[in-house]
């Protein structure tokens, strides 16, 4: 055999293997690209007004420590009222038309608080109804956005696509505080607001050129409102995988709400952490959330799909055990809370992929923005009473042992996925749904 077939062969074998290695099926395509794109840019803006309006109350209105708690309310309230009805109106209306309207209407409403500032007409009842209002418009765009992706993305490529948004939600929530504080520094928390309101115009320009097939349920087939909410909730309650998620979800988010709810007042008061450091914190936490992504799939093919879920959940909750220990130089502190942070960010990324995709594996188009609504309903009102009985807890025994007790349990709860068909469970499962469906 000659050298020339030699080289050959062996540019024959390399070629092979990555293909093997490539991921099957088509692209992602510039549909989803536009959706992410536009998410992306929503969730940065979005995180300007996450710490401009309490910023605003507090030290444009001088709020009381009861009006905080309203604003803050006002904010996560209606996760809590409207996500199961709003799961059934997006699963009937065109989604790509219910992002886009709650993107304009987001922006309008929005731009009432830098003209209100102004005319120094800025009110506690004003801040509170804008929060309730971008709130209410985040609850339908996001559950439209989760139903849309399985209707334009195939089967088989959901884990990269959902690494994507999932890279975008992490980032945004570890990093978009330090860049949010930045700007509210310089052009004051009002002002800032208007740079979160073009974010949902450029949002909603991007979706607005998507092309969207109409959803083939005829009208005759649509079940009532009380029978299409029992519907979403039954498949998660039901499903012999959704079972053990939903448990471990719920639990996983009351601990690590009720340690979010008092870490920041940890960091000011038992270890002196600034604002800026605080924000250069969550920042370098939002690192992890890049090669979590990738880690998504590699971790559901090394040790299957159920273990990636409970390992990346147990130890994102463990992550959180370094906050209450902490001691010795201020430089040493900030670089192992990092660190720990970034490893949680990550480990939860890749968990939060599989789960995400599985479910929407799972779960018929259909029912797409019932099942999602209702996933969020759930643990999300489970976050509700972390958040309150962790403010409570840390006020009896102090921050320190609230803070460890919270870490520990948010570790050892999802081990309880141990017991459950979740372990067992190897590789995702082909979509429920046709390619006619799709």
């Known amino acids: 055999m000659t050298q020339l077939d030699l080289l050959k062969r062996a540019s024959g074998r390399l070629r092979r293997r990555r293909e093997e290695r490539a991921p099957s099926g088509p692209a992602l395509g510039s549909t989803f690209n536009r959706i992410w794109a536009a998410l992306t840019i929503s969730l940065i803006g979005s995180e300007i ?3 401009a309006i309490p910023l605003i109350a507090a030290v444009t209105l001088k709020a009381t420590p009861f009006e905080m708690g309203v604003v803050s309310a ?4 209606p996760f809590l009222l409207f996500s199961l009805p709003t799961g059934v109106f997006v699963d009937r ?3 790509k038309k219910v992002m886009v309207a709650t993107d304009l209407v987001s922006a309008v409403i929005l731009v009432s608080i830098p003209l209100a500032w102004l005319f120094d007409a800025v009110s506690i009842v004003q801040v509170s109804v804008v929060a309730f209002g971008v709130g209410t418009c985040a609850v339908f765009f996001q559950v439209a956005h989760y139903a849309f992706v399985p209707a334009i993305v195939p089967g088989d490529r959901l884990v990269d696509a959902n690494g994507r948004l999932q890279v975008s939600y992490s980032a945004s929530d570890y990093a978009g505080p330090g860049v949010a504080g930045a700007m509210i520094q310089v052009m004051t928390a009002p002002l800032a607001v208007v740079v979160d309101a ?3 115009v450029a949002s ?7 092309k969207e097939g109409a959803l083939p349920v005829p009208e005759e087939e649509r079940p009532t409102l009380r029978q ?6 039954r498949f998660l309650l039901y499903e012999r995988m959704m079972q053990p998620i939903m448990l471990l979800a719920g639990l996983c988010m009351i601990f690590n709400s009720a340690l979010t709810a008092v870490t920041v007042l940890y960091f000011v008061r038992g270890l002196g952490l600034n604002p800026l450091t605080i924000g250069v914190l969550l920042a370098i936490g939002g690192i992890g959330a890049i090669p979590g992504a990738a880690l998504a799939r590699w971790s559901g093919e090394r040790f299957g799909v159920g273990l990636t879920i409970i390992g990346g959940w147990a130890v994102w909750g463990a992550s959180g055990v370094a906050i209450p220990l902490m001691a010795g130089p201020k430089a040493f502190v900030i670089v192992i809370l990092g660190l720990t942070t970034a490893g949680g960010a990550m480990a939860f990324t890749a968990a939060n992929i599989q789960q995400w995709t599985l479910r929407q594996l799972l779960a018929p188009q259909s029912l797409g923005g019932r099942v999602t609504a ?3 309903f759930m643990v999300q009102g489970m976050g509700v009473i972390g958040a309150a009985s962790g403010g409570y807890v840390a006020g009896l025994i102090g921050l320190r042992p609230s803070l460890v007790i919270y870490a520990i349990g948010g570790a050892l709860v999802p081990l309880l996925g141990l017991l459950t068909p979740l372990r067992e469970l190897k590789t995702l499962p082909p979509s429920v749904n046709t390619p006619e469906a799709a």
């Not at 909603?204 to 998507?210: K, R, T």
Request: no cysteine; net charge positive.
């Open 74 to 77: 006002a904010s996560s309230l």
């Open 93 to 95: 209306l065109p989604r």
């Open 198 to 200: 073009l974010s949902f």
């Open 204 to 210: 909603a320009l991007l979706l607005g050129s998507l």
């Open 374 to 376: 209702g996933y969020r």
């Open 49 to 51: 007004t996450v710490l």
């Open 228 to 233: 299409a909410l029992v519907d979403g909730l």
